[in-house]
T-cell receptor
Framework: QKEVEQNSGPLSVPEGAIASLNCTYSDRGSQSFFWYRQYSGKSPELIMFIYSNGDKEDGRFTAQLNKASQYVSLLIRDSQPSDSATYLCAVFSFNDYKLSFGAGTTVTVRA | ETGVTQTPRHLVMGMTNKKSLKCEQHLGHNAMYWYKQSAKKPLELMFVYSLEERVENNSVPSRFSPECPNSSHLFLHLHTLQPEDSALYLC?????????????FGPGTRLTVL
């Protein structure tokens, strides 16, 4: 059974620091990887996606993918209190055309 | 909020009630999804519709019945639910159900079954 694993946290970082979130997945057939942010009481919103090995940067966010290690990460630079949320890792596989989610990592940015 | 809307936002129902959740997407997408989100658990995919045809049913109990009359609308009909069905029900849409297309979520319906 395909699994997506994330540290549940909470991950507490001071304002201005880098928050590093990790995600591992078990299905080697996984092709696409997504990071969603979910504020308390709100629905998930897509913030990053990555398909190829390496880094992808978008503003203060950088996604890193290593398919050999079955590992995807999200870095949040210059963390702001507004970044406090739960971050969901999602993995899509062409084997079964499913998007599988991790349980999420809760991030708290201390002002 | 995104181009995906859901109604109602909150629903309280008894175990003998029948109710329906509604989802509408204004993004021109071809695929729509129902997810269940329970506390501290990963999002659980319930149903997938692509071009109005169901392509996925993850062994969801028959007390949940989806309906997709067109590519913009998706319903989840609820009947004789159990208290453990209380959760946040999220609708999402994407351009297609194939490829790793990013999914856009609606605000969700917070369901409480008494």
């Amino acid at each position: 059974q395909k699994e997506v694993e994330q540290n549940s946290g909470p991950l507490s970082v001071p304002e201005g620091a880098i928050a590093s979130l990790n995600c591992t997945y078990s299905d080697r057939g996984s092709q696409s990887f997504f990071w969603y942010r979910q504020y308390s009481g709100k629905s998930p919103e897509l913030i990053m996606f990555i398909y190829s090995n390496g880094d992808k940067e978008d503003g203060r966010f950088t996604a890193q993918l290593n398919k050999a290690s079955q590992y995807v990460s999200l870095l949040i630079r210059d963390s702001q209190p507004s970044d406090s949320a739960t971050y969901l890792c999602a993995v899509f596989s062409f084997n079964d055309y499913k998007l599988s989610f991790g349980a999420g990592t809760t991030v708290t940015v201390r002002a | 909020e995104t181009g995906v809307t859901q109604t109602p936002r909150h629903l309280v129902m008894g175990m003998t009630n029948k109710k329906s959740l509604k989802c509408e997407q204004h993004l021109g997408h071809n695929a729509m999804y129902w997810y269940k989100q329970s506390a501290k658990k990963p999002l659980e995919l319930m149903f997938v519709y692509s071009l109005e045809e169901r392509v996925e049913n993850n062994s969801v109990p028959s007390r949940f019945s989806p309906e997709c009359p067109n590519s913009s609308h998706l319903f989840l009909h609820l009947h004789t639910l159990q208290p453990e069905d209380s959760a946040l029900y999220l609708c999402a849409s994407s351009r297609t159900s194939v490829v790793g297309n990013e999914q856009f979520f609606g605000p969700g319906t917070r369901l409480t079954v008494l």
